[in-house]
T-cell receptor, first 113, second 109 residues
Framework: DAGVIQSPRHEVTEMGQEVTLRCKPISGHNSLFWYRQTMMRGLELLIY????????DSGMPEDRFSAKMPNASFSTLKIQPSEPRDSAVYFC???????????FGQGTRLTVV | QKEVEQNSGPLSVPEGAIASLNCTYS??????FFWYRQYSGKSPELIMFIYSNGDKEDGRFTAQLNKASQYVSLLIRDSQPSDSATYLCVGGTASKLTFGTGTRLQVTL
């Protein structure tokens, strides 16, 4: 298996633009997590899905952020409109179920100017 | 209070020494614990997991769990320069994983 695949690896966008980050989890994994990492706050859980259903989105910063998982092999995290404070590395991770080890993608480095 | 707390470091140890990384957690519902290693600019990778009280050894790594004290630690024996990274402590409940902010380890020559 190729592991968790994220795209794009790097994204530079202007403030106010819509940004869409994509993730393909490991085949057979039922849980998918979106994390954001910054120097100041470390790794923060934004949202996680179990069997394609959002279970906990309490980490989503505000209404500008939305996430979907239309099927077991694909998820998106959308920011609209983007702001400079959204600049961070966004990781997607998947696991067989919520409390076992999660495997991370390579991350998307987002820069909003 | 953060759910999983770690000293941010840096923790500096000489090559060949034992590095001791510590973590405390507040959620008594946490049932599983993990240590991830993250090199600069890379994604976190799992190096150890522990579910039961006591010690668990894997090569140069030993994870220790004390649920009564809500304390988790990672010992790295014979530290190598390649061990220099940020180590993330993770607590898992039935519904999610919670990451600490990490301890930066520097192994000096």
């Amino acid at each position: 298996d190729a592991g968790v695949i994220q795209s794009p690896r790097h994204e530079v966008t202007e403030m106010g633009q819509e940004v869409t980050l994509r993730c393909k989890p490991i085949s057979g994994h039922n849980s998918l997590f979106w994390y954001r990492q910054t120097m100041m706050r470390g790794l923060e859980l934004l949202i996680y899905f179990n069997n394609n259903v959002p279970i906990d989105d309490s980490g989503m910063p505000e209404d500008r952020f939305s996430a979907k998982m239309p099927n077991a092999s694909f998820s998106t995290l959308k920011i609209q409109p983007s702001e400079p404070r959204d600049s961070a590395v966004y990781f997607c991770a998947s696991s067989l179920r919520p409390r076992v080890e999660a495997f991370f993608g390579q991350g998307t480095r987002l820069t909003v100017v | 209070q953060k759910e999983v707390e770690q000293n941010s470091g840096p923790l500096s140890v000489p090559e060949g020494a034992i590095a001791s990384l510590n973590c405390t957690y507040s959620d008594r519902g946490s049932q599983s614990f993990f240590w991830y290693r993250q090199y600069s600019g890379k994604s976190p990778e799992l190096i150890m997991f522990i579910y039961s009280n006591g010690d668990k050894e894997d090569g140069r790594f030993t994870a220790q769990l004390n649920k009564a004290s809500q304390y988790v630690s990672l010992l790295i024996r014979d530290s190598q320069p390649s061990d220099s990274a940020t180590y993330l402590c993770v607590g898992g409940t039935a519904s999610k994983l919670t990451f600490g902010t990490g301890t930066r380890l520097q192994v000096t020559l």
